[in-house]
């Protein structure tokens, strides 16, 4: 199943405390079993200004959707290609 990255444009995200990024993985977590078993979040990363998260799904239809549902923006989602680290150089 593809993976994919999401960019979020979140002011101040960076800001969020335990208890809010709490609240909304919760949140998240509640949509995501509303869709169903197709699409899965792996994890996210919070910058200052944004969130990248990485989920599994079938296609961007079913992000857009679970983003719709949350009220919280999917500014760029882009399907990984390949993934690489150290141990590609070896």
């Given at each position: 199943?593809?993976?994919?990255?999401?960019?979020?444009?979140?002011?101040?995200?960076?800001?969020?405390t335990?208890?809010?990024?709490?609240?909304t993985?919760?949140?998240?977590?509640?949509?995501?079993?509303?869709?169903g078993?197709?699409?899965?979040?792996?994890?996210?990363?919070?910058?200052?200004?944004?969130?990248?998260?990485?989920?599994?799904?079938?296609?961007?239809?079913?992000?857009?959707?679970?983003?719709?549902?949350?009220?919280?923006?999917?500014?760029?989602?882009?399907?990984?290609?390949?993934?690489?680290?150290?141990?590609?150089?070896?």
């Amino acid at each position: 199943m593809p993976k994919f990255v999401i960019e979020r444009e979140i002011p101040n995200a960076g800001d969020l405390t335990a208890e809010q990024l709490q609240g909304t993985s919760d949140a998240s977590c509640c949509v995501l079993r509303e869709l169903g078993p197709t699409i899965q979040w792996v994890e996210s990363y919070v910058t200052d200004n944004k969130i990248y998260c990485v989920y599994i799904a079938p296609n961007k239809d079913i992000i857009e959707q679970h983003a719709a549902k949350m009220e919280i923006p999917a500014n760029q989602i882009n399907q990984v290609k390949a993934i690489i680290d150290p141990t590609t150089a070896e």
